[in-house]
């Protein structure tokens, strides 16, 4: 098992910065595909990106692709997303889970956090 803990969560203006966290414990991360997931006020939990076990293969919904990377440290056992170029309606609870498959599908996921919210505002 491993357990997730999410951090960066803040306030923003719009056209702002900011870099989420997601530290690891217990078995390793390496053993993980890791993933980002934001859920809205009134929406459903949506895909964000996605990084294999070793970080070679990255994935990221069209809604953040040129503005979002999510990047690993297998050493720390912390994944990451930078977000640039923050928009309103990025403002949600970034999750972060991983799963021993690279998907898409939050229900595919085993392992979640408790999130970390993120509001950008105009």
């Known amino acids: 098992q491993v357990q997730l803990v999410e951090s960066g969560g803040g306030l923003v203006q719009a056209g702002g910065s900011l870099r989420l966290s997601c530290a690891a414990s217990?078995?390793?991360?390496?053993?993980?595909?890791m993933g980002w997931f934001r859920q809205a006020p009134g929406k459903e939990r949506e895909f964000v990106a996605a990084?294999?076990?070793?970080?070679?293969?990255?994935n990221y919904a069209d809604s953040v692709k040129g503005r979002f990377t999510i990047s690993r440290d297998n050493a720390k056992n912390t994944v990451y997303l930078q977000m640039n170029s923050l928009k309103t309606e990025d403002t949600a609870v970034y999750y972060c889970?991983?799963?021993?498959?690279?998907?898409?599908?939050?229900?595919?996921?085993?392992?979640w956090g408790q999130g970390t919210t993120v509001t950008v505002s105009s």
């Open positions: 217990g078995r390793t991360s390496s053993s993980y595909t």
């Open positions: 990084i294999s076990r070793i970080g070679y293969v990255t």
């Open positions: 889970p991983a799963d021993t498959r690279f998907t898409h599908n939050s229900r595919e996921y085993a392992y």
